[in-house]
Every structure is written in structure tokens, then in C-alpha cells.
């Protein structure tokens, strides 16, 4: 079965400083990974995905994700954390089968606090 | 590009009355459209998957007659909650699937609507 980690409920950082939002991921098969940003009241911004390639995904806003296939991982990360990137977010994977239409699986989400 | 709408943003409806949500790609085609419920600091719920021109896939637990979905057309998918009660009142949220044609389409969400019933 398919499923997503975000083993950090709030991650919290001072502003210019590097963050990182860590994910896990289990899943048969070869992993499509995405990265969500939602800000309050709203809904979920596309940031980046990892589909095959290059480990290393650059997306919006200066964010970047690293996939890690041996440790199942791909966490977020920024180099220098401004405060209007305080939202949250959420890690996803797609079963590549494709058998279930493409249905992300969502993690439960990390809130990312970046102070002045 | 990509993007996706809904409305209402905020409805605030009377028990046992039914509220309509709409979803729509604006500038794209979407066979394929999902809905989702997220409660207050917590992940989405996928609900049901909308596909057009057919019927749609509920997730396990997801009543069929309470939460009516309509893919009536390739931008347009509609959910109707019948008969709505305070345990109703959530964030809905809709996505579409940006339709590349390979199995990588990425999900665009649209900006969700906040139910409140009384």
C-alpha cells in the first residue's frame, strides 16, 4: 500500500536561515513524489514532483526536494527561509501504476513557521 | 495555466438543506477530477474520484447519496451535499488532473469552499 510520512508536525526557523520538511514515502514500484504548499484558507499550490531523472527537483518559489531511493525519503528544502514561507505543507506520492487514476496519497502535513 | 476554480468560497447553510460546490479548470481539460475534505489542521481526505462522462469512485466510508458528484463536462465537476448537517461543515477541495498524457500528470487544486451548516 501506498503511504506518506511527515514525521514533523511544526518545523519552525529563523528567516535567511536553510529550512527542511522532511517525507518518507512507501510505495510498490517506482515513486511519483509531489510537494504542496497551502496557505491558510486556501488551496493546495503545486511546489514541485519527482517523476524520474535527475535526484535533485527544483521547483517554485526557490524550493527545492531532494529523492532519496534508499531511504525512501524526499524531503523539502530551501537554502535561505523568508517569513512569507510560512504555510503548510504537504508530501504526496502517486501509485505510478495507474491503476487508481492517479490518486495521491497525502501526508498528514507539516506547518512551516519562519520568523522575522 | 493550470488553473482551477471553485464556488462558492464560503457557504453557511441550514440543516437539511443541500449546497452545490462547483469546479472548474479554467484553461485546461480535465477527464479526470478529485474531491477532497480536509478538517481543521489536518491532511486531505480524498472523498471521490470524478470522472467525465461517468459515474464516479467513492472512497470507502463516503456516503454515495449524500455526496453527489456530477463530470458533466471536461471543466466542470460538481458536489452536491444533500441533506447537509453540522457534521458536514468542512473545507472541500477539489483538483484536477492536467492531462499530459502520461501517467505523470500532476494534480492542480482549486482554491477550496468552506461549508458551515447550522
Known amino acids: 500500500a501506498q503511504s506518506v510520512a511527515q514525521p514533523e508536525d511544526q518545523v519552525n526557523v529563523a528567516e535567511g536561515n536553510p529550512l527542511t520538511v522532511k517525507c518518507t514515502y512507501s510505495v510498490s514500484g517506482n515513486p511519483y513524489l509531489f510537494w504542496y504548499v497551502q496557505y491558510p484558507n486556501r488551496g493546495l499550490q503545486f511546489l514541485l514532483k519527482y517523476i524520474t531523472g535527475d535526484n535533485l527537483v527544483k521547483g517554485s518559489y526557490g524550493f527545492e526536494a531532494e529523492f532519496n531511493k534508499s531511504q525512501t525519503s524526499f524531503h523539502l528544502k530551501k537554502p535561505s527561509a523568508l517569513v512569507s514561507d510560512s504555510a503548510l505543507y504537504f508530501c504526496?506520492?502517486?501509485?505510478?501504476?495507474?491503476?487508481?487514476?492517479?490518486?495521491?496519497?497525502f501526508g498528514r502535513g507539516t506547518q512551516l513557521t519562519v520568523w522575522p | 495555466g493550470a488553473v482551477v476554480s471553485q464556488h462558492p468560497s464560503r457557504v453557511i447553510c441550514k440543516s437539511g438543506t443541500s449546497v452545490k460546490i462547483e469546479c472548474r479548470s479554467l484553461?485546461?481539460?480535465?477527464?479526470?477530477m478529485f474531491w477532497y475534505r480536509q478538517f481543521p489542521k489536518q491532511s486531505l481526505m480524498l472523498m471521490a474520484t470524478s470522472n467525465e462522462g461517468s459515474k464516479a469512485t467513492y472512497e470507502q466510508g463516503v456516503e454515495k447519496d449524500k455526496f453527489l458528484i456530477n463530470h458533466a463536462s471536461l471543466t466542470l465537476s460538481t458536489l452536491t451535499v444533500t441533506s447537509a448537517h453540522p457534521e458536514d461543515s468542512s473545507f472541500y477541495i477539489c483538483s484536477a488532473r492536467f492531462p499530459t498524457g502520461a501517467s505523470t500528470d500532476t494534480q492542480y487544486f482549486g482554491p477550496g469552499t468552506r461549508l458551515t451548516v447550522l
Open positions: 484553461d485546461f481539460q480535465a477527464t479526470t
Open positions: 504526496a506520492v502517486r501509485d505510478p501504476r495507474g491503476s487508481t487514476l492517479g490518486r495521491l496519497y
